[in-house]
């Protein structure tokens, strides 16, 4: 499975979901079903969700073959849908209290290396970037329709941009001649930003808008926002939650969650990071962090 998603933080979820045989748990982002198969080989049952149709039909298929001696539809169930339903998602298919819930937050590896998907400004694709592709919205229309201000105010807010105005008057200045259709093609228009403002980073000028728009189009902080207070329902006592983020917007959400949520109790003081050496073997893990909480 590591071919097609990189599990980040896997041994320190896996201690932190305290995984039980027979026990119920939900992978509420199950991507390449990295953070699952470990579950599964301690002998829990799992509900994998995701809202990436591709990844739900790439388990399936995966997991047929692999000899983890599990049945699925009873060990392993796999559902397509949004975390922010997952209240509803996990009743319809009989996980109403369980001991464990993980979110690993993010994209995958599979959806920044398939050029069609529209995430990566290092492939050229279609701008894009939905997770779930039967949403209406698309990078394409924020990116050609929104108004210089919006489109400052998105990268700015959820990127902490320093050159939201420029890359945003930038862009509108572009479309006027054509429609900005291609990652590539917005890539460059802000990497000459930059260029033009002789500002280096350390990062791929794009990075950040980049990271921005995905976050827009995929609804992700709100999704979160909606999702963590229903997860406290479905725990029962004792159940572990885990949240894996890899940027300051997410944690701060569940940081924030975390601390009045007063059912639950704060398992880690600090955010766990990923170890030099998981950084070295998969660079995306560095800006990984994890906090787990127990219901009491």
């Known amino acids: ?10 041994q320190e979820a896996i201690k932190f979901l305290n995984v039980k045989p027979q026990h119920l748990y ?8 990295g953070h699952t198969r470990q579950i599964l080989r301690r002998g829990g049952k799992v509900l994998g969700i995701d809202s990436d149709p591709e990844s739900i039909a790439h388990l399936n298929k995966k997991f047929k073959i692999e000899n983890l001696k599990l ?11 949004n975390f922010n339903r997952i209240a509803d998602i996990a009743r319809s298919h009989g996980f109403s209290k369980v001991s464990g819930i993980l979110f690993d937050l993010g994209v995958s590896s599979h959806q920044l290396e398939t050029a069609q998907r529209g ?23 924020l990116v050609n329709n929104l108004e210089k201000r919006r489109l400052n105010e998105i990268f700015e807010k959820y990127a902490g941009e320093k050159l939201s105005w420029s890359i945003a ?11 900005i259709e291609t990652t590539d093609g917005l890539a460059h228009i802000i990497k000459e930003v930059y260029r033009r403002k002789h500002l280096r980073t350390k990062l791929h ?70 170890g030099s050496g998981e950084i070295l073997h998969n660079p995306r893990s560095r800006s990984a962090r994890l906090r787990a909480a127990v219901k009491i």
């Open 1 to 10: 499975m590591s071919q097609y998603h990189q599990s980040v933080l896997l």
């Open 26 to 33: 939900i992978d509420a982002t199950i991507g390449g079903g």
């Open 71 to 81: 049945k699925i539809g009873e060990d392993l169930i796999l559902a397509q849908g």
């Open 119 to 141: 995430f990566s400004f290092q492939k050229e694709g279609p701008l894009d970037m939905r997770m779930d592709k039967n949403s209406n919205i698309r990078a394409f229309d």
């Open 169 to 179: 008057s930038a862009i509108c200045s572009a479309r006027k001649i054509k429609p």
């Open 205 to 274: 000028p794009a990075t950040k808008a980049f990271q921005a728009l995905r976050i827009v189009v995929n609804s992700e902080l709100l999704n979160l926002e909606e999702a963590l207070p229903q997860t406290v329902n479905l725990l029962e006592k004792q159940g572990r939650l885990v949240v894996i983020s890899f940027h300051s917007l997410e944690d701060s959400i569940v940081k924030r969650f975390f601390k009045y949520e007063k059912r639950l109790k704060v398992l880690t003081k600090t955010p766990i990071g990923p």
